[in-house]
């Protein structure tokens, strides 16, 4: 098996536990893994992002801001190192779908271990894109993480319209009219799946919508904290 990023050839190890264990196909080379910047201790416990305090300043306005908010937590598992902006723009923008399978083991192993009160009550839903946008990319990178997850997963929502928030202040993106609408009532817990958290605007926007028809806990698992 070759990395899919390098294209070196993955040489498996040979140890006790994978001579005991059902073989694990790796998708990444250890030296590209390595590039990958995984989010440690100390991080907020709303939202991940790294902070010393156990709730960042970001979550602090969120709460100022907001009467009740509706998303339990997000957990992320990567910073958005210059790394990682290259290998999204490749999997994202150009459209190079297998590069997900890098994240793969990580991505499964981490849902379970902080999930794992959550597995019997709850669904995934994937944060949708618009048609246009779909059309675009021809893939949806939300429902491709979510594929991976041993958890049923609903494509719930619809997306109205998809402007571009990158480069909108968090004002701007608060005043964008909420483009998420449910395609029916809900009495389970969701799992929204994203590929990023970066205000956290599009996450509430998403369980906002969910809270209104009757969802009881909105939590949010992101591959990436920007």
Same mark, same amino acid.
């Given at each position: 098996?070759?990395?899919l990023?390098?294209?070196?050839?993955? #040489?498996?190890?040979?140890?006790?536990?994978t001579?005991?264990?059902?073989?694990?196909i790796?998708?990444?080379?250890?030296?590209?893994?390595?590039?990958?910047?995984?989010?440690?201790?100390?991080?907020? #416990? +709303?939202?991940?992002?790294?902070?010393?305090?156990?709730?960042?300043?970001?979550?602090?306005?969120?709460?100022?801001?907001?009467?009740?908010?509706s998303?339990?937590?997000?957990y992320?598992?990567y910073?958005?190192?210059? +790394?990682m902006?290259?290998?999204?723009?490749?999997?994202?923008?150009?459209g190079?779908?297998?590069?997900?399978?890098?994240?793969?083991?990580t991505?499964?192993?981490?849902?379970?271990?902080?999930?794992s009160?959550?597995?019997k009550?709850?669904?995934?839903?994937?944060?949708?894109?618009?048609?246009?946008?779909?059309?675009?990319?021809?893939?949806?990178?939300?429902?491709?993480l979510?594929?991976?997850?041993?958890?049923?997963?609903?494509?719930l929502?619809?997306?109205?319209?998809?402007?571009?928030?990158?480069?909108?202040?968090?004002?701007?993106?608060?005043?964008?009219?909420n483009?998420?609408?449910?395609?029916?009532?809900?009495?389970?817990?969701?799992?929204?799946?994203?590929?990023i958290?970066?205000?956290?605007?599009?996450?509430?926007?998403?369980?906002?919508?969910?809270?209104?028809?009757?969802?009881p806990?909105? +939590?949010a698992?992101?591959?990436?904290?920007?």
């Open positions: 098996m070759n990395c990023w390098c294209d070196i050839d993955i #040489i498996p190890q040979t140890n006790w536990e001579f005991l264990l059902p073989k694990r790796k998708y990444i080379c250890d030296q590209c893994e390595d590039r990958l910047e995984k989010i440690n201790s100390p991080r907020c #416990i +709303y939202c991940s992002r790294t902070s010393n305090e156990s709730i960042c300043s970001d979550c602090k306005w969120w709460k100022a801001y907001l009467k009740e908010d998303l339990s937590f997000n992320s598992i910073s958005y190192n210059d +790394y902006r290259e290998l999204m723009t490749r999997w994202k923008y150009r190079d779908y297998i590069l997900v399978k890098m994240f793969q083991h991505f499964v192993e981490t849902f379970k271990n902080i999930f009160n959550q597995l009550k709850s669904i995934i839903v994937p944060i949708p894109l618009s048609e246009d946008r779909l059309r675009e990319r021809c893939f949806n990178q939300a429902e491709a979510a594929q991976m997850l041993p958890l049923t997963y609903e494509c929502l619809i997306r109205t319209h998809d402007e571009k928030q990158a480069k909108k202040s968090r004002r701007e993106r608060l005043l964008t009219h483009p998420f609408k449910a395609k029916r009532k809900i009495n389970k817990s969701v799992i929204l799946v994203d590929d958290y970066t205000t956290g605007t599009t996450i509430r926007h998403a369980s906002n919508v969910l809270k209104e028809n009757g969802c806990n909105v +939590y698992y992101t591959l990436i904290r920007g």
